[in-house]
């Protein structure tokens, strides 16, 4: 479909990402590699942010696997409330063995999200957006100037995600949560499930 378009923000790799990529220009006509040297998420972002064309953004970071009909739920979160400013989306953690006992507490923190089964909105700041996956009008992301300065590397330099939604808590946004939009955030035991691992994510 020519519905949407998809951008590959490639944030300086060092493997095969421009090749696989470009090997698949010719078949999906939608799809569109963008190279950003500048090092960072946010840098990423905000590029791929820039070169899109359509009313509403969606950020899907590169560490997860989305369900099928993902676009289409959070699009439908748009068409029932035509206020709505961003869309929070479900988000649940996959590891690669077996999960740690004591992480439970701690998954919010590596992106894990869930707020019911049902379409739902809120203006009253009780929603966040995690970036792993997320959307929001693309009018209100830049005119809030989009996330703050955040991961470069291993190295966490501000507060990215939580800065944009602070910024659209400040205004009381109406924010919607979609359900069925859905995001495996794979996550390594061995990195991810430490307790060093957790404290690059506080």
């Known amino acids: 479909t020519e519905e949407y378009e998809i951008i590959v923000v490639d944030n300086r790799s060092t493997d095969d990402t421009r090749q696989y990529v470009e090997s698949l220009l010719l078949k999906h006509k939608n799809l569109i590699y ?9 840098n990423a972002r905000h590029a791929g942010a820039h070169k899109a064309k359509g009313e509403y953004l969606v950020f899907a970071d590169n560490d997860g696997l989305f369900n099928p009909e993902c676009l289409a739920e959070i699009r439908k979160v748009y068409d029932v409330d035509k206020e709505c400013a961003a869309v929070a989306c479900r988000i649940e953690i996959q590891w690669d063995g077996v999960e740690p006992d004591w992480i439970a507490p701690y998954k919010n923190l590596l992106g894990q999200l869930n707020y019911g089964d049902e379409i739902r909105y809120d203006n009253h700041n009780r929603f966040y957006l995690n970036g792993g996956l997320m959307s929001v009008r693309k ?5 809030l100037g989009g ?15 939580l800065g944009f939604v602070n910024k659209l808590h400040a205004e009381h946004a109406l924010i919607g949560w979609a359900p069925n939009a859905r995001m495996l955030h794979m996550q390594l035991v061995a990195k991810h499930g430490s307790k060093r691992g957790i404290a690059l994510h506080c």
């Open 34 to 42: 963008l190279y950003e040297p500048k090092p960072g998420a946010t």
């Open 139 to 143: 009018d209100v992301f830049e005119r």
């Open 147 to 161: 996330f703050n300065p955040d991961l470069i590397g291993p190295y966490l330099i501000g507060d990215g995600d």
